[in-house]
Structures are given as structure tokens and as C-alpha cells.
């Protein structure tokens, strides 16, 4: 396959090239192992194309105005967090640990004492693959293989720094732990996400990422991997607020054991195009999970999101729910798949994708699917897409509300399903906020 | 107090469709009114012109609340004027708890300048306030925390809507069939609901087929409406024979307005097809 013109300009030399990731070697103090997988992962890098917009991933996506040249990996050591970088998640939150990075390296380690002394580990990636090696080896990119695109080979062989948290068997660690990622106008993030949960292990993880202002441009190519053995349980919030001007791909994996229970909250607000690529495997009997998806569109915003939900083992539960407000001329994809591999007897499985848009120009698309391979399971998916309907706004006006007032109360309205379902009260009202922030005001 | 709502000469297109055809009618603070007639004669159709309901189009004539012109007011601004409507089938907005969608209405009608993103009634002093309108509506306390409309049987909706009413204090309100899909108790309900609020501290236009929610609340006026204008006002007595009787007397007085009655429900009709 020849590469497209769609992507051909995104090849660069000279920013992602060879001296690059030479260069990246030799600044960096890693284990050899890790340089054997990063080199490996940069052989993968060069030996296979960009995405082909023919790829049913990649077909409605959009590209063509990334310019790879017009960014370069931070090699170079850390800076200071940009002023004026919004952190939305810590609002009356009492954190246990807490890391900071900026343009993907962490400047700032915080872990309560206790909780160390018990062997809970949450600290920077590139540190902890030297302090925790044997620990770090062996989970990490155990769940996300390079050779899925190509972005995924770049970010796992030239992935700067991340968070690293480790939670030993039967720890409940009851505070949240906080995990920010600020990025500078025009800078890169190439980090990853690590956790661990041994056995019987309880954890909060608040992920959020932020620009300096909401025009702000950049690159983001992470990864998150989430490990869960059984009888654990792991709450995973992620918000994703870069700058209006950011270009973000992800791949996102858990792993979910025996008995254990996984929620995973996704809010995407920022980015200019988004990529994302997030899955769920249920890899052994009775392991749950819930997803909840809060995306909230403007402009010309493109979120591109491939679900996953793995029914790998039997008596397994997933649950998934997205909901996406769009305004202006912004746009969603969510193409979503459950798959029942052969044996996953008793499997229960639901996805749902609700849309909502407020303006004529916004569009959505909403592809569910099912590939099932056993005989004995309850699978269901529905999507809705629509605009907000006028009868509701004129019941609302007369009682009232104006009519933006009226749109606003109803787009809270057709979240709060999601908001019900977050256990996390704090976490609620920070997304709530950030929403109303968000909603236009209408004529 | 003394308010006064006017409407002359309303003429009311829906989709460019005539409905309304001259209605003229004069409702004073107190005093309580009933809108009968038979199916598509309009009734709902003046209801919802008077509320603003953005379909339907006022093409000639004038709704006017003492001296301020409701016909160039978007529905919020007549809603902060005074203005309430009943719906007869009022629609559910999912993920909105009716105590916020109550309390946020209660402060924009009491406040009418307020702006948006200005504070809202206290929300203890509000609750309050709810919970006793509840207690003297015989409401369920759950009420507040269910989703506006949302899952509501028939019977609740429209005590809901009588809730509003009680937590809006409209200077004028409207009820749309608010009796029907009832069965008695509700109906007596629902009147009982009514007189609690006082009649006597608003005008009412009762839009009804028939004549239950009317037993409770005698009108002093009663105006027939055929073919989209208004063809007879009368007493108590006008809706009392109307109930006994039905329409054949009205139908046989005013032929024209017959023909554009069936004119009207054929294209409804054509429509639905």
C-alpha cells in the first residue's frame, strides 16, 4: 500500500527522525531493557506506514492539516508548569499523591507516607523503569502493542516520561491520587500512563490535561494502561482539556481480572483532532467494568473515538455509555465494538452512544457493533442522535427560562445520566462546571 | 390588584394554515372562564398563541396583559409578565430534577430583570417553600426529585403542571384540558388543587370538553368556540347545556363556522395521513 497524500506530509526527518531518537537515547539514563523495547518500537515506527484513511479506524478521521515538522519531541529536561494552566479535578479533593508533568516529563512527585510505607508506588515512569525496573518491565506496553499504527510505535519508542502507580495486594488506597499533564503552546506530550493494581488493591486515579489558554496548540501521543488484578477495584477519571489547537492520539487499555471492578470516566472537551483508541478486556471470570464518556464539542473540534469491550473471560460485565453534546460545526465519531471471544459464557454486555447536537453544521456519527463467539450471552447497543428538540425549549421559555438559559439546562439535563453513574461527588461538579463553561449562548 | 388580559381580533396560522379567525375575549383578574367546543375548533390553538408557542403565528389582531403587547414577546418574556399555561400534554425533560427546573422558573417570574448567571432563590428558603406547596397540593415529596415529566403517568403530569401553576402565581393562566385522561378523584384532585391556589388570585381560562374540572370551578363566563373564533359567551348554564346536549345546537347556529370546523379537522386529517 502506498502511502496516501492524505498523510504523506506527516512523515518528518527531521523533528521524528533518526538523530532525533538517537539523541532521545543518549540523553536518557534507562534500563537496557527498555532500550532494547524503545529500539525495537522505533524499528516498528520506521518500517510501517501512517494510517490509510481507507482503515475502517481511520476513515473518519481527519489529518490533513497535522504537521509533524512543526513539532519536535522534548528531549530536553523539564520546564516550568505554563502560567495560567487550568487544573480542574483537585477542587475539594483531599489527594494521597499527586504528579505533575509538563510537555510530558513530571516536575513535580508527591505520595503520603503511609501509604508508601505500605509499598504503594506513584511516581514518574522514566524514574520508577530505574527504581521499580523489574516492576515497570514487566507491565509496561503489556497491553498496548507498538505495531497498532503507527502512532503507537512513535509514543513507544520516544515516550518522554509518564505516571507510574503501583498499588500492592489488599492496599485500599483511599484518597484519590491526582496525575496532571500540562503542555505549552506548540510543545509536545508523548507521555504514559502506568497502573497497577495487585490483588484486592482499591485506588481513585484523577487524570486531567491542560493548556495554558484554550487556543493553544500542540501534540499529545500517549498511552494508558490500566492492569487490574482480582478482586481489585480502580476508579479511573480522565479529562481531556488541551488547547483548542491540539492534535491528540491515545491508545487506552485496561486489563481487568477476577472479581475486580473497573469505572472509567472519559471527558473530552479540548483538542482540535482527537484519536482515541480505548479498550477494555475482561480477562478473567466475573471482572466488571463501566465506562462513561462526557465529550463536549465547538468549533470545528473532530473527537475520533474506537471502543473496545473484550469479553475475554465468562461471567464477565461491561457496561458503556458515551454521550456528546456538539455545537457549531464540530464533529464526533464513536464507532464501538463488543467481542465475545469463544467461550465467554454468561457475558453481559451493553453499549450505548447518545448524541445531541445544537447546531445544524455539527455531526456525529455513531457506529455500534457486535462480534460475538459464544452462544450463551446478553449483548445489547443503541445510539441517538438528534438536535435539541424545540418543544422542550418552549416548554422550558414558558416557564421562564430564556431560551439559552432553556438549551443549557437541557444539555445538563442529557448529561446527568452520566453524572448519576460517577460515584465520585467532587469529580461531578468539576465536569458539570467545566460543561456550563463550555455551552454557547444562543439567539 | 386588578389585571386585565385583551385579545382582539386574533387571527393565528399554524404552517400558513389559518386556525384562529377573529377571537376576541376579555379575561379580568378573578375572574375564572371556560373554552369549550368541539375538537379543532382551536381551542388549544388560542392556548398556545396566548403562551407563544413559536409555530403559531399571530397574523392580525393583538394579546395585550394590561398595558404591555404579549404578541411581541418571546414565551419567557409573557411567562415573566404573567402569563401561565397548562399543557395537555407537557413534555418530559430527562436529567433536570423538578425542584431545580421549579426553582430556577420561580426566580425568573418573581425577578423578571433578573440576568442570566444572577442567583437564584435561595435554595433552602425555596425548598421550604415547595415542600408546604407540596403538603397543601397533597403532592408526593418524591415529586421534586424525579426528572421533569419524565416516566410521569397522565394523572401526574398534570398535577405537576397544577404545582407550577401554585409555584409560579401567574397573574393569567391557561388550562389545557387539564381534566382529561383523569379518572374522578383525580379530576376532583386536581379542582380541589385549583381552589386551593384561589381563584380569585388570577384569571383563568379553563379549556375543557367537559364539564368535571368545571363543577368545582364554576366560571362566571363560558365562551363556545367553533371554526376558530369565539361564536357564543354565556353563564355557568351556557357550559352546563353544552355538557347535557353537546354540540348540535352550536353547529346548526353558526354554519359557517361548521364549515370551516370540518374544514379545519379534514386537513388535520390529510395531515395525519
Known amino acids: ?443 | 390588584m386588578s389585571h386585565i388580559l385583551q385579545i382582539e381580533n386574533l387571527h393565528v396560522s399554524v404552517n400558513d394554515k389559518p386556525i384562529l379567525r377573529g377571537v376576541n375575549l376579555v379575561i379580568k383578574f378573578g375572574e375564572t372562564h371556560a373554552l369549550m367546543g368541539p375538537n379543532g375548533s382551536g381551542k388549544s390553538t388560542l392556548g398556545l398563541a396566548i403562551a407563544g408557542h413559536p409555530n403559531y403565528q399571530i397574523t392580525q389582531g393583538s394579546i395585550k396583559l394590561d398595558d404591555a403587547n404579549l404578541t411581541e414577546m418571546e414565551a419567557d418574556e409573557r411567562s415573566r409578565a404573567g402569563v401561565f399555561m397548562a399543557f395537555q400534554r407537557p413534555v418530559a425533560i430527562p436529567g433536570v430534577k423538578t425542584a431545580d427546573f421549579l426553582r430556577h422558573a420561580a426566580t425568573n417570574v418573581r425577578r423578571p430583570d433578573r440576568k442570566e448567571g444572577q442567583d437564584l432563590i435561595p435554595m433552602r428558603e425555596f425548598r421550604k417553600e415547595l415542600k408546604s406547596k407540596m403538603e397543601q397540593l397533597k403532592i408526593d415529596p418524591d415529586f421534586a426529585r424525579r426528572y421533569v415529566n419524565d416516566g410521569f403517568s397522565g394523572g401526574e403530569m398534570k398535577r405537576a403542571e397544577i404545582l407550577t401553576m401554585a409555584m409560579l402565581s401567574p397573574k393569567f393562566a391557561i388550562l389545557d384540558e387539564t381534566d382529561s385522561g383523569l379518572d374522578a378523584d383525580a379530576v376532583r384532585l386536581a379542582s380541589a388543587s385549583i381552589a386551593e391556589i384561589g381563584r380569585d388570585k388570577m384569571g383563568l381560562l379553563i379549556i375543557t370538553h367537559h364539564d368535571k374540572l368545571l363543577e368545582h370551578n364554576p366560571p362566571q363566563f363560558t365562551h363556545v368556540m367553533l371554526g376558530g373564533r369565539i361564536v357564543e359567551t354565556g353563564g355557568a348554564e351556557l357550559a352546563r347545556e353544552l355538557h347535557d346536549q353537546g354540540y348540535d345546537r352550536i353547529r346548526k347556529s353558526y354554519p359557517d363556522a361548521e364549515a370551516a370546523n370540518q374544514q379545519m379537522l379534514a386537513k388535520e386529517e390529510s395531515l395525519a395521513v
Open chain 1, 1 to 443: 500500500m502506498t502511502t496516501s497524500a492524505m498523510t504523506d506530509k506527516l512523515d518528518s526527518t527531521e523533528t521524528f527522525g533518526q538523530p532525533a531518537f538517537d539523541r532521545l537515547l543518549e540523553k536518557r539514563i534507562d534500563p537496557t531493557w527498555l532500550t532494547a523495547k524503545r529500539k525495537q518500537a522505533w524499528e516498528v515506527f520506521q518500517s510501517i506506514d501512517w494510517p490509510n484513511p481507507r482503515d475502517e479506524n481511520w476513515m473518519r478521521s481527519e489529518l490533513r492539516g497535522l504537521r509533524l515538522s512543526k513539532f519536535a519531541p522534548n528531549i530536553d529536561e523539564s520546564v516550568e508548569i505554563p502560567e495560567g494552566t487550568p487544573v480542574r479535578l483537585l477542587e475539594g479533593v483531599d489527594v494521597s499523591a499527586s504528579l505533575r508533568s509538563v510537555n510530558g516529563v513530571v516536575v513535580s512527585e508527591s505520595l503520603d507516607e503511609g501509604l508508601a510505607a505500605q509499598g504503594v508506588v506513584v511516581g514518574s515512569l522514566s524514574r520508577c523503569a530505574r527504581d521499580h525496573s523489574a516492576l515497570v518491565e514487566r507491565y509496561l506496553h503489556s497491553l498496548i502493542c507498538p505495531k497498532s499504527d503507527r502512532f503507537a510505535a512513535l509514543q513507544a519508542a520516544m515516550w518522554s516520561d509518564g505516571y507510574f502507580v503501583y498499588v500492592p495486594r489488599n492496599v485500599r488506597v483511599e484518597k484519590p491520587i491526582h496525575l496532571h499533564a500540562a503542555m505549552a503552546d506548540g510543545q509536545v506530550d508523548l507521555s504514559h500512563t502506568l497502573i497497577v493494581l495487585e490483588s484486592g488493591a482499591e485506588a481513585t486515579v484523577l487524570f486531567e490535561s491542560s493548556s495554558p489558554d484554550v487556543t493553544a496548540k500542540g501534540l499529545h501521543c500517549g498511552g494508558v494502561e490500566l492492569i487490574q488484578h482480582g478482586n481489585s477495584h480502580l476508579r479511573y477519571v480522565n479529562l481531556q482539556d488541551w488547547g483548542k489547537g491540539c492534535w491528540h492520539f491515545a491508545h487506552q487499555r485496561a486489563s481487568v481480572g477476577r472479581d475486580s471492578q473497573l469505572q472509567w470516566t472519559v471527558a473530552a472537551m479540548g483538542a482540535k483532532f482527537a484519536q482515541v483508541d480505548q479498550r477494555v478486556e475482561l480477562v478473567e471470570p466475573g471482572a466488571r467494568s463501566q465506562v462513561n464518556g462526557v465529550m463536549f464539542t465547538q468549533d470545528r473540534q473532530h473527537l475520533v473515538y474506537n471502543t473496545l469491550q473484550h469479553h475475554k473471560a465468562p461471567h464477565c460485565t461491561s457496561d458503556f455509555l458515551y454521550k456528546s453534546v456538539l455545537q457549531d460545526r464540530s464533529r464526533t465519531v464513536w464507532r464501538g465494538m463488543i467481542k465475545v471471544s469463544e467461550g465467554a459464557q454468561k457475558t453481559d454486555g451493553y453499549q450505548r452512544n447518545d448524541n445531541l447536537m445544537l447546531s445544524d453544521a455539527a455531526r456525529a456519527d455513531s457506529i455500534p457493533g457486535l462480534e460475538i463467539n459464544a452462544d450463551d450471552v446478553r449483548c445489547t447497543h443503541g445510539s441517538t442522535s438528534g438536535r435539541v428538540d424545540e418543544e422542550l425549549i418552549f416548554y422550558a421559555q414558558s416557564r421562564g427560562f430564556t431560551r439559552s438559559e432553556a438549551i443549557r439546562m437541557i444539555v445538563t439535563g442529557f448529561f446527568q445520566q452520566i453524572f448519576d453513574r460517577i460515584t465520585i461527588q467532587t469529580v461531578r461538579e468539576a465536569l458539570g462546571a467545566a460543561i456550563a463553561r463550555q455551552v454557547r449562548q444562543y439567539e
